[in-house]
Nanobody, 123 residues
Framework: VQLVESGGGLVQAGGSLRLSCGAS????????TAWFRQAPGKEREFVAG?????????TYADSVLGRFTISRDSFVNTVYLQMNSLKPEDTAIYYC????????????????WGQGTQVTVSS
């Protein structure tokens, strides 16, 4: 499976961005899908995700709950991360990842990653 993220950029605090993750060589409906992020000098951390049969809702890190929403469009085989009320501490490279089986919160469990997209939130 090959994953490609897009949609990152520079935004002011309080603004919004929508990240996209497209897949080739596999269908998202067969995998658990997650968004992770990594800020400079920090470990990669789980942001949001859903299991293979997930249709709505999802699992979120406490730091983004209520501000970020993960969704999936099976027709175009794309997963999105809608990010609202962005804060400077959301600045990081955001990665999309998939795994066969249930959703996992540990980055090390994932074998398929995109190249990442930079999100920078200015204060």
């Amino acid at each position: 499976v090959q994953l490609v993220e897009s949609g990152g950029g520079l935004v002011q605090a309080g603004g919004s961005l929508r990240l996209s993750c497209g897949a080739s060589g596999g269908q998202f409906t067969n995998y658990a899908t997650a968004w992770f992020r990594q800020a400079p000098g920090k470990e990669r951390e789980f942001v949001a995700g859903g299991g293979p049969n997930w249709n709505h809702g999802g699992t979120y890190a406490d730091s983004v709950l209520g501000r970020f929403t993960i969704s999936r469009d099976s027709f175009v085989n794309t997963v999105y991360l809608q990010m609202n009320s962005l804060k400077p501490e959301d600045t990081a490279i955001y990665y999309c990842a998939v795994i066969l089986g249930p959703l996992r919160l540990e980055a090390g469990a994932y074998g398929y990653w995109g190249q990442g997209t930079q999100v920078t939130v200015s204060s």
